[in-house]
């Protein structure tokens, strides 16, 4: 991001014209959407009032879903081919590909499909708790985490590789306690 925000409006219209230009605005845009590593070593994600850091080496999640509801995001330690969410098991796909070592987290913004009041107001802390793993449909063995926060309901899925590391589940966790909630 540093090279593209060191090059000048200038340099790129008189080297290669408008068509560039715009190219290089659409992918400066998109990189400042993403977020910017900070100094942890994480990158910022927001979509849908919905923000999170996550480690700058995972793939850029996937944002909420448009075409499924309830609408879905995917956030995972690794490249998840062919799949973009959509779908009422769309999960599977992602879940088929864990690597051993993987993490997946799979957030369900439950607001306007089930009542908000239903839920639990949100953990104090998110803990990877053996007793919040269960097989699920459509996500295999997974943990489960449901909360309301400012006036939204939302359901966590996260399912770790079966030679997952203590340093994989702790960064699962902090992107977990780095979710931040806006009111839609």
């Given at each position: 991001m540093g090279l593209v925000a060191a090059i000048t409006l200038h340099d790129i219209r008189r080297t290669v014209g408008g068509a560039a230009l715009a190219l290089a605005l659409a992918l400066f845009a998109v990189g400042c959407s993403l977020g910017g590593d900070d100094a942890s070593g994480t990158k910022v994600f927001e979509t849908s009032g919905v923000s999170f850091e996550y480690p700058d080496a995972w793939p850029p999640p996937l944002p909420f879903t448009t075409e499924t509801t309830p609408t879905r995001m995917?956030?995972?330690?690794?490249?998840?081919?062919?799949?973009?969410?959509?779908?009422?098991?769309?999960?599977?796909?992602?879940?088929?590909?864990?690597?051993?070592?993987?993490?997946?987290?799979?957030?369900?913004?439950?607001?306007?499909?089930?009542?908000?009041?239903?839920?639990?107001?949100?953990?104090?802390?998110?803990?990877?708790?053996?007793?919040?793993?269960?097989?699920?449909?459509?996500?295999?063995?997974?943990?489960?985490?449901?909360?309301?926060?400012?006036g939204r309901a939302l359901t966590v899925y996260v399912a770790l590789g079966p030679r997952v590391s203590d340093d994989m589940r702790s960064k699962v966790t902090d992107v977990l306690e780095s979710l931040e909630v806006k009111r839609q």
């Open positions: 995917t956030i995972s330690s690794f490249p998840v081919m062919g799949y973009d969410g959509e779908g009422d098991c769309a999960p599977q796909t992602a879940v088929d590909q864990l690597p051993g070592s993987g993490a997946l987290v799979f957030i369900l913004d439950m607001t306007g499909f089930s009542e908000v009041d239903d839920f639990p107001q949100r953990p104090s802390s998110f803990e990877l708790d053996n007793q919040m793993l269960a097989m699920r449909e459509c996500f295999g063995e997974s943990y489960e985490v449901s909360f309301r926060e400012k």
